[in-house]
C-alpha cells in the first residue's frame, strides 16, 4: 500500500489487489481520517444504516465503507488535528423529504454552516443532502422554472421539497 500526495493536495491510495480489494473500482474516495479511521468507519455504518445498503471491511491501516455499493476508504494517514474544508464534501441523495429530515436530526453537527441543503457532520466533513428527483430538472423544466427553484433553494437550510413542488 503507498499514499501518495500530488501537487494539487489530493491523497492517493495505490494497493495491490487482493480478495477483498478486487472488488472495489479502480478509483473510490479516500477520506483521511487523521487517527481516527475505525472511529469514523462505525460511525457512519451506523449513521446510514438504515437509509441504505451498508457493508464495511477492515484491510491492514485502512477500512472500506460501502454506501449502497459506493465505497469510500478511511485512512489515518496524517495525525493530529483534522483539516477538513468544504473541498472535500460527499453528495448523498435523498429519496424523500423524512430522509433528508434524519440528517438534521443528530448528523448535522454544525447548525450555523447549513445552507441549501448542506451540512457539517461532527468530524468535519461537509455533505450535500439532496433530492434524487431534482437531478433531472434541469432537463425537463422550462430554464425560467428552473432559475426560480434555484432561486428558492439559496434561501434554505434544509432542502423542502414542498417549497421546491409548488414552483413547478
Not at 90 to 114: H, K, T, W
Request: aromatic share 14%; hydrophobic share 40%; proline share 4%.
Amino acid at each position: 500500500m503507498t499514499i501518495v500526495e500530488d501537487r494539487f493536495g489530493v491523497h492517493w491510495l495505490f494497493v495491490m489487489e487482493s480478495d477483498q480489494t478486487k472488488q472495489l473500482p479502480k478509483i473510490c474516495p479516500l477520506v483521511d481520517a487523521y487517527g481516527k479511521a475505525k472511529e469514523m468507519c462505525d460511525y457512519y455504518q451506523g449513521e446510514f444504516a438504515a437509509k441504505t445498503d451498508v457493508t464495511s471491511f477492515e484491510h491492514n491501516q485502512w477500512y472500506v465503507l460501502e454506501l449502497d455499493n459506493t465505497p469510500i476508504i478511511f485512512a489515518d494517514i496524517s495525525h493530529g488535528p483534522s483539516r477538513y474544508t468544504g473541498a472535500l464534501s460527499l453528495l448523498y441523495l435523498c429519496e424523500n423529504q423524512q430522509e433528508i429530515d434524519s440528517f438534521y436530526q443528530g448528523f448535522s453537527a454544525e447548525v450555523e454552516s447549513e445552507q441549501c441543503g448542506w451540512i457539517v457532520d461532527k468530524y468535519g466533513i461537509s455533505w450535500q443532502i439532496f433530492p434524487r428527483m431534482f437531478l433531472d430538472f434541469a432537463q425537463k423544466l422550462s430554464p425560467a422554472t428552473y432559475q426560480k427553484i434555484n432561486q428558492q433553494i439559496l434561501t434554505m437550510k434544509k432542502i423542502e421539497i414542498a417549497q421546491i413542488e409548488q414552483l413547478i
